[in-house]
């Protein structure tokens, strides 16, 4: 699995649409000259660092790093490798699977039976002043 990575900023709100639209302006660009497009990876932007703190929580955290070392088949082997309780880890499952972090491959044959995968191996966190 290769090593991926994660920014994650904060910034205040209005300096955040100002990059964001800087980036559309660099590809619309691109786009008119027929030049190819570049992702430019993962970034996670937060307005606070109490958001940050309320998204990324140390629990949610420890998960990623389950699913990256264990490679669990299914949500309740992750609940039982971690010691929680199955309901916490759903709804953190899902949070991070939101933020894009996590993904579930396959299909879900039976409740809480999906495959989990990560390929991130590293977050940064940026904090603008």
């Not at 992750?78 to 933020?99: C, F, M, P, S, Y």
Request: aromatic share 4%; charged share 35%.
């Amino acid at each position: 699995m290769k090593v991926c990575r994660v920014k994650v900023k904060v910034e205040p709100e209005d300096a955040y649409w100002k990059g964001q639209v800087q980036r559309l302006k660099e590809i619309e660009k691109a786009i008119h000259i027929g030049q190819p497009i570049r992702v430019q990876g993962t970034e996670l932007v937060f307005a606070s660092l109490e958001d940050m703190a309320r998204t990324l929580t140390p629990k949610r955290l420890d998960l990623l790093r389950l699913i990256r070392r264990h490679h669990p088949s299914s949500i309740r082997e992750l609940a039982q490798i971690a010691g929680r309780d199955l309901k916490n880890v759903l709804a953190d499952v899902k949070t991070l699977e939101t933020l894009g972090l996590i993904e579930s491959k396959g299909e879900q044959k039976e409740r809480h039976r999906k495959p989990l995968r990560t390929d991130f191996g590293r977050i940064e966190v940026h904090v603008e002043l």
